[in-house]
């Protein structure tokens, strides 16, 4: 009869916990552990975020720091890089910052050099510089142009070929581009910026090709209209708008999977439409 109360008893604990009495304890250390293990998974990352002191761009940087990633930013901005800076300073990680205007190559290897210096070896890189300007085509000029296709596309360029090589040595590494719908539809008065992003979508697309043989991972996130300081179109309505954290979300989900996968690309949508 004891013996009979004793099966009993352990049967009525595997089917109310769906584990032995005896395995319960062990499972609950386990889980602990590895809750605490994942609360920085990028922990001896080094990543770079261009355009990394607002919007998008900041968001995007204060949620690798959060994930343990030492995390370097530029911009054109110093009191907008100060203050990001600041706040990231507060997750512990390591930081650094650099006025940089990353369509020009000399700032670029600066950038890279002075980053690599102070924090290490880049693994992840977030190419998010890029501003917008709508209008017809044929009203706009030639400095137009040159400023949105630099900024949105050169710049990508420029980054992604200085930090390549060192990526190819060590066989691993992230190239997250920042894109956006616009580079799959377009609209009147997008001439110029859809130029960007779509030659953005065709660059992006052929560096995943070049690059992942050595394990480098080449993703690209469009964004629909996102609530920052450089949307200047669609609806104000914050309800029918992304955020620039949603964006980073994105980003945490390409740096945080498995390494035999990508995702190549994402495209982000508010629920509801504006």
Same mark, same amino acid.
């Given at each position: ?19 032995? *009495? =005896?395995?319960?304890? /062990?499972?609950? /250390? ?14 001896? *990352? ?21 994930? =343990? ?31 940089? @205007? ?10 890279? @050099? ?8 880049? &693994? ?55 894109? &956006? ?6 609209? $009147? ?11 953005? /979508? =065709?660059?992006?697309?052929?560096? *995943? ?17 996102? $609530? ?21 979300? *994105? ?5 945080? /999977? ?17």
């Amino acid at each position: 009869m004891r013996e009979l109360l004793r099966l009993l008893d352990a049967k009525m604990s595997f089917a109310q916990n769906g584990v032995p *009495a =005896g395995r319960r304890i /062990q499972m609950a /250390q386990n889980a602990t552990m590895n809750s605490l293990s994942n609360t920085k998974p990028l922990s001896g *990352a080094i990543a770079l975020v261009t355009g990394g002191s607002r919007g998008i761009g900041r968001a995007i940087a204060l949620r690798l720091a959060r994930l =343990g990633a030492g995390v370097a930013i530029c911009g054109r901005d110093s009191d907008a890089l100060v203050a990001t800076e600041a706040e990231l300073k507060n997750s512990a990680s390591p930081v650094f910052s650099q006025i940089a @205007d990353v369509s020009k190559s000399t700032d670029v290897t600066a950038l890279v @050099d002075k980053t690599q210096a102070a924090l290490g070896p880049i &693994s992840i890189l977030v190419n998010n510089a890029g501003i917008g300007l709508f209008g017809p085509a044929h009203e706009k000029t030639e400095a137009d142009w040159d400023r949105v296709l630099n900024t949105n596309l050169k710049s990508v360029f420029l980054v992604s070929r200085t930090v390549a090589p060192a990526m190819i040595k060590r066989g691993s590494g992230d190239i997250i581009n920042i894109s &956006s719908l616009a580079g799959r539809n377009a609209f $009147a008065g997008g001439g110029i910026y859809c130029a960007s992003k779509w030659g953005l /979508q =065709g660059l992006s697309a052929c560096m *995943a090709e070049d690059l992942r043989e050595h394990g480098i991972r080449v993703s690209v996130i469009c964004p629909g209209s996102v $609530a920052t300081e450089f949307s200047t179109r669609g609806s104000k309505d914050p309800a029918k708008v992304l955020s620039p954290d949603d964006v980073a979300h *994105a980003v945490e989900m390409i740096v945080t /999977q498995s390494s035999q996968s990508f995702l190549s690309e994402i495209h982000l949508r508010p629920v509801r439409k504006p």
